[in-house]
């Protein structure tokens, strides 16, 4: 799976990488039958209409799989334009964005234009809130997403904005906001725009302007076509996968929640917002006489709007879920799966599966030694992967860990030490399997402490 990344965290070679395929594709072509797509169909719904946010997804896929011929490791970057607001940020650098200018004739004058702006986080703040696609994304389109276009000026603020390359990574960041959307909103449908009365063709299974064989419904799960962005953490940021500790909330301004068990047992979430703040989750969720043991693990589910759902054992093993819905909540996944007297040591790890729809799989040893799967899919379930992979006498101590392969087809490996100090590993490939990989090294006699 492709990982979109906010420009500033790629790499010099991903930088020049994807600098190479923009100007293959322009050589080839591609550029200008986008833009020409692009002009052509302005005033149709690609904007000012529900299909504005699928059409320009389907958009960018495509461009993105030109790119790719070029080099198969190629995805778009995005512009977080309430980020980098000026022209001396690295966006413009000639080693990136700024040789285009003259290279391609784009005439940019950043912030001429009267009136120009970007947007502010505010706005985002704001429109992340909003409760229906029609609210969220008429908004999203106007003032956000057209004020870039504006502030750039030349190409960028005309029909055939696709000239320009900043075009992709500003539209990648317009699909971000969408996708996070989708995430904090899930129940919330897809619907056609309810203002100007009588505007057909732009419902949910109508074809996209230029690709008919394709509808809104083809692109609503973005994962589905192959990507994720780097906010949603799943396998290179681990907050996600079980880092214990600590959630980076935005890499671009270095900001990042930590969490950690006092020594009196109260779990501390020490955060930074201009400045270190102190509070107290399981004590906001009205819960102020629970004490914990051990670390926690969290799951960031939404960087944007800075959602995290925190796992750790009480001193009397319950296994505890302390999550920010409008408000810090706890509760007990185990006991919500139905196994109430079951009771956990050390500290448990957690796999996210999918931030946008809020799945996870948290990983955690038994006080009788038992490795413990506790998953949600329409409700909490509990099962134990080493017993199903054929090893049920087999007990573990400590705290696993656990390696997300591959968070669209669920698969992941977990590692985990046995009593007698074997490091195992238990994955799942088309049914969960176990073996020992020092043993597999060549180590069958070595034997292991600690944490993993």
């Known amino acids: 799976m492709g990982v979109r990344k906010?420009?500033?965290?790629?790499?010099?070679?991903?930088?020049?990488?994807?600098?190479?395929?923009?100007?293959?594709?322009?050589?080839?072509?591609?550029?200008?039958?986008?833009a020409e797509i692009h002009e052509r169909h302005f005033f149709h719904t690609i904007h000012r209409s529900s299909h504005f946010l699928p059409w320009h997804r389907e958009m960018l896929l495509r461009f993105e799989r030109e790119l790719q011929k070029f080099h198969p490791d190629v995805t778009i970057p995005y512009w977080?334009?309430?980020?980098?607001?000026?022209?001396?940020?690295?966006?413009?650098?000639?080693?990136?964005?700024?040789?285009?200018?003259s290279a391609w004739d784009l005439r940019r004058a950043f912030g001429a234009a009267p009136g120009s702006s970007l947007p502010t986080p505010q706005q985002v703040e704001t429109n992340q809130g909003r409760g229906t696609y029609d609210a969220f994304s008429r908004e999203l389109e106007n003032?956000?997403?057209?004020?870039?276009?504006?502030?750039?000026?030349?190409?960028?603020?005309?029909?055939?904005?696709?000239?320009?390359?900043?075009?992709?990574?500003?539209?990648?960041?317009?699909?971000?906001?969408?996708?996070?959307?989708?995430?904090?909103h899930p129940g919330a449908p897809f619907v056609p725009w309810s203002n100007?009365?009588?505007?057909?063709?732009?419902?949910?299974?109508?074809?996209?302007?230029?690709?008919?064989?394709?509808?809104?419904?083809?692109?609503l799960d973005h994962h589905a076509l192959g990507y994720r962005y780097d906010t949603e953490m799943p396998a290179e940021m681990p907050a996600s996968i079980g880092n214990r500790r600590v959630f980076g909330r935005d890499l671009a301004r270095n900001t990042k929640s930590i969490y950690a068990v006092t020594?009196?047992?109260?779990?501390?979430?020490?955060?930074?917002?201009?400045?270190?703040?102190?509070?107290?989750?399981?004590?906001?969720?009205?819960?102020?006489?629970?004490?914990?043991?051990?670390?926690?693990?969290?799951?960031?589910?939404?960087?944007?709007?800075?959602?995290?759902?925190?796992?750790?054992?009480?001193?009397?093993?319950?296994?505890?879920?302390?999550?920010?819905?409008?408000?810090?909540?706890?509760?007990?996944?185990?006991e919500a799966a139905g196994s109430p007297s079951l009771r956990f040591q050390g500290s448990p790890a957690v796999f996210g599966r999918d931030p946008v729809r809020n799945t996870k799989s948290i990983y955690a040893v038994t006080t009788d030694g038992r490795l413990a799967q506790i998953y949600d899919a329409e409700g909490w379930h509990l099962?134990?992967?080493?017993?199903?992979?054929?090893?049920?006498?087999?007990?573990?101590?400590?705290?696993?860990?656990?390696?997300?392969?591959?968070?669209?087809?669920?698969?992941?490996?977990?590692?985990?030490?046995?009593?007698?100090?074997?490091?195992?590993?238990?994955?799942?490939?088309?049914?969960?399997?176990?073996?020992?990989p020092a043993a597999a090294a060549g180590q069958a006699d070595l034997r292991f402490q600690g944490r993993i």
């Open 143 to 184: 003032p956000i997403h057209n004020r870039p276009h504006t502030w750039v000026g030349g190409v960028m603020n005309d029909f055939a904005s696709p000239g320009d390359p900043v075009f992709y990574l500003h539209h990648c960041w317009i699909d971000l906001l969408w996708a996070q959307w989708q995430l904090a």
């Open 196 to 219: 100007p009365p009588g505007l057909a063709g732009v419902g949910l299974n109508d074809p996209l302007t230029e690709w008919p064989d394709r509808t809104p419904a083809n692109v």
């Open 6 to 34: 906010n420009y500033r965290n790629l790499t010099d070679v991903e930088r020049d990488r994807f600098v190479q395929a923009l100007f293959h594709v322009k050589s080839t072509g591609v550029v200008d039958q986008f």
């Open 263 to 334: 020594t009196e047992g109260r779990l501390a979430q020490v955060y930074d917002a201009e400045g270190w703040h102190l509070d107290f989750p399981a004590e906001a969720a009205d819960s102020a006489s629970l004490r914990f043991q051990c670390t926690p693990a969290v799951f960031g589910r939404d960087l944007a709007l800075n959602l995290k759902s925190i796992y750790v054992a009480t001193t009397e093993g319950r296994l505890a879920q302390v999550y920010d819905a409008a408000g810090w909540h706890l509760d007990f996944p185990a």
């Open 383 to 436: 099962d134990f992967p080493a017993e199903a992979a054929g090893s049920p006498s087999l007990r573990f101590q400590g705290s696993p860990a656990v390696f997300g392969r591959d968070p669209v087809r669920n698969t992941k490996s977990i590692y985990a030490m046995t009593n007698d100090g074997r490091l195992a590993q238990i994955y799942d490939a088309e049914g969960w399997h176990l073996d020992f």
């Open 80 to 101: 977080d334009s309430t980020v980098d607001r000026s022209p001396s940020d690295p966006l413009w650098n000639n080693n990136f964005l700024g040789q285009f200018n």
